[in-house]
């Protein structure tokens, strides 16, 4: 088994910045590999794609994030990393990270592993 621990979150202003942390644990034949996402949801709404990063380092944005947030892994130290810069109101929620052998998708079901989620809120 696989188990995600997302860390970071917070409370700052609009136009801000914050830095989020996912560390995966478990055997390493099951970590290897694996590609890994951030996706958040909002109160009331579903949980939509944020970004994505392949074992080898390929990345994918939504766009409504595009430009402002970058996505990183070090594979060493199993950990995925999500900057989001000129943060605004509307970027405020619970952010989850996720993993899965397979590949890279938007789609929330296609993901094998989630956090328990690290919650953000952007102030006006």
């Known amino acids: 088994q696989v188990q995600l621990v997302e860390s970071g979150g917070g409370l700052v202003q609009a136009g801000g910045s914050l830095r989020l942390s996912c560390a995966a644990s478990g055997p390493t034949f099951r970590t290897y590999g694996l590609a890994m996402a951030w996706f958040r949801q909002a109160p009331g709404k579903e949980r939509e794609f944020v970004a994505a990063i392949s074992w080898s380092g390929g990345t994918y944005y939504a766009d409504s994030v595009k430009g402002r947030f970058t996505i990183s892994r070090v594979n060493a130290k199993k950990t995925v990393y999500l900057q989001m810069n000129s943060l605004l109101p509307e970027d405020t929620g619970d952010y989850y990270c996720?993993?899965?052998?397979?590949?890279?998708?938007?789609?929330?079901?296609?993901?094998?592993?989630w956090g328990q989620g690290t919650q953000v809120t952007v102030s006006s």
């Open positions: 996720a993993a899965s052998p397979g590949s890279v998708s938007t789609v929330v079901r296609d993901w094998d592993y």
